[in-house]
């Protein structure tokens, strides 16, 4: 691998790692910052959903801007916007500047995210795809596992605002390696220009591929929401060995997503994505029937193996036929997907839990176990209904290979 490609590689591993770091490494200052403003509970939460909403909310929209205005050159834009708000998240004076400050670095995160994915093809060969998506697959994994002890660290030696002033000078790296090692932009300002943010949805395959996202990832989504109170309530752990216990699957998502991505560049996109909804819907029928601490750690591990292997499939197959000129749309509208599923898991299936155990504070170990159970048996509903878009999908290829067959022969 050429010394150009490897040092573009880690700038968008880095750029992606900080994006999914800014996600997970406020929760844990929240009571912080509730101490320090004189804040409520609610109001702090702020200080977490501007972050998302701000995501959520415009990452189409970058997307876009960068297959239209360049794709390095945004690239660099989200990075400095990150680094500033970064700033501004450490020197907020009051909780509504630090809320607003926070929206600020989402902004940056979007368009980092948004870019991670759509320069994969302007960095790498089409045979390599699928173990570069693996690795930033990784990188989101460890960002989002490590918040919390990183958080923690910081908060024990500084106070809350090390966990804004930490992403500076990392986005200042990411920025300096963007700049001397990743591809200089092409001349992009007449490309497309009569489509609209959803003109690449008219594909049937990518719109498969953004539905299945949608699915899994509410899957995972139900494991943070439901999990810690299984863990807690109905086997009696305390804080800090439900803290291990949760740090199981994103140290999972670590582990296999490397693999996951090379076993996809020999195996193919499709298969590979047919096989991890099928691990992933092993370990959800194995959490619907889930009781002690064991059995739901190995399901549990599972789960995330199987997440794992449909996350670089799957973004493999939607970004490695996508037209050049609109990789940063559709890497847009795939994290929107996972977005969207992320909520969709966490407000259905989280009331299917809540149906379950109404009285979550003080219910019975065995009524969270019920609750548990009939969320990961919903949950497996879902992951059926993705394989069976991904069967759907698979078959495509072929029906039109065989079409075209047809209309030689006539």
Known sequence: MQ?????????LSLSMLLAALGTSIANVGLPSLAHAFGASFHAVQWVVLAYLLAITAVIVSAGRLGDRLGRRRLLLAGLLVFALACAGCGIAPTLPWLIGARAFQGLGAAIMMAMTLGMVGDTVTKANTGRVMGLLGTMSALGTAMGPSVGGVLLSLWSWRALFLIGLPLAGVAAALAYRYLPVDADRRDAWP??????PLRDAPLRAGLAMSALVSAV??????????????????????MGLAMAVGPAVAAVTGVPAGYLTDRLGSQRLTLMGLGVMLCGALLLSQASGLGVYLAALIVLTAGY????????????????????????????????LGLIF?????????ARATPDVSHAAPQAVAAGLHATFAMAAGLLLIAALIAWKRAQRPSSAKQTNIDKLKS
């Open 3 to 11: 010394t150009s490609t490897r040092g573009g590689l880690v700038a």
């Open 194 to 199: 009569g489509d609209t943010f959803w003109a």
């Open 220 to 241: 995972i989504m139900a494991t943070f929401v439901v999990g810690p109170f299984y863990l807690s309530r109905g086997l009696g752990l305390d804080p800090a060995w």
């Open 308 to 339: 794992s292997l449909f996350q670089a499939a799957n973004n493999t197959a939607v970004m490695s036929d996508v037209q050049a000129t609109r990789r940063g749309t559709v890497s847009g509208l795939l994290n929107l997907s996972r977005n």
């Open 345 to 353: 898991g966490a407000s259905a299936l989280g009331a299917v839990f």
